[in-house]
């Protein structure tokens, strides 16, 4: 029996006060009536991408693995089908991006980004920004553990576009301002090979080339600041996991208490007619492989 499909938004036109600048792709924010006055942003697809049903499937993967990530819906504006992911701010609290943490805790951090695409956006300044932004180092450590998180699900789902706008902290707007949490995680757009086409996914899953597509990704946050690219999200985890085993611990056991066809039926609960079957069948063997090497090339007993 086939899973329930995931349930369709929509959103009317009145809805949609507001227009969002960041980033390269359509969306606007809206407020949704009686739905507790938290706003979402809906975003397009860009033509024949996939990144709405790969914002889906992502958010339901984190959610298999408990890692803390933003609501995502399945939506619908004036006869457009896109993703609606539910603000992380609101209620007192503002989020901080991940750029803006690393020029307050770095004095030397070259925040002149050119699309996204920094050197000096390492892990290890990441590590420290943290380190530097939170008042103990309980929260610190709890933060850097959380965002090792992330980056095993980007590993997971092949997120190519961890930027430093693409995490970032929770602010207090309270009287005393206080940074409180690493915000959960968002914007898994450009992730489960959403830019290609189904010729293409069906060649690459004929010749058995999945794991050539997922080693050759390049990933947004870089192993150092000599480097002219970044490591693919699955080698970023590889390369920092049997370093760091204390901030990774915590997500890789998750990854035991995952099933294969738990994955599977979050890729089939996207309605039929949002995914193509090329683009189903790749996005599981995608993460299949991502699964398995990460089972297989770290575990720490």
């Not at 991408?49 to 609501?71: F, Q, S, T």
């Not at 009287?175 to 293409?200: K, T």
Request: negative net charge.
């Amino acid at each position: 029996m086939p899973p329930v499909a995931y349930p369709i938004f929509e959103i009317l036109p009145e809805w949609a006060p507001q227009t969002e600048e960041m980033g390269s792709k359509s969306k606007f924010w809206y407020l949704q009536p009686g739905d507790a006055e938290s706003y979402w942003l809906f975003k397009y697809p860009r033509s024949e991408r996939g990144e709405h049903w790969a914002e889906k499937i992502a958010a339901e993967v984190a959610g298999l693995l408990e890692i803390p990530c933003a609501r995502v819906e399945l939506a619908v504006s004036q006869g457009e089908r896109g993703s609606a992911t539910e603000s992380l701010a609101g209620h007192n609290r503002v989020l901080i991006h991940g750029n803006e943490v690393l020029t307050r805790a770095l004095s030397d951090y070259d925040s002149k980004e050119r699309n996204f695409h920094s050197a000096d956006h390492t892990l290890e300044n990441i590590w420290t920004a943290l380190d530097k932004t939170f008042e103990n180092s309980e929260e610190a450590e709890d933060a850097k553990v959380q965002l090792a998180e992330y980056l095993v699900l980007d590993a997971i789902i092949g997120n190519t576009d961890r930027h430093s706008e693409n995490w970032g902290t929770l602010l207090s707007e309270d009287a005393d301002r206080r940074v409180e949490s690493l915000s959960p995680s968002y914007d898994h757009g450009s992730s489960l090979g959403r830019e290609l086409m189904d010729e293409r996914r069906e060649r690459l899953l004929t010749d058995d080339r999945i794991g050539w597509y997922v080693e050759r990704g390049r990933g947004q946050i870089y192993w150092d600041n000599v480097s002219r690219r970044g490591p693919s999200p699955l080698e970023l985890v590889r390369m920092a996991a049997p370093r760091n085993p204390d901030l990774f611990r915590a997500a890789i056991s998750k990854l035991y208490n995952l099933d294969e066809l738990e994955l599977r039926q979050v890729v089939d609960s996207i309605p039929e007619d949002w995914m193509t079957p090329a683009a189903r069948n790749f996005a599981f063997e995608l993460m299949r492989y991502s699964y398995k090497q990460l089972r297989e090339a770290i575990w720490y007993g």
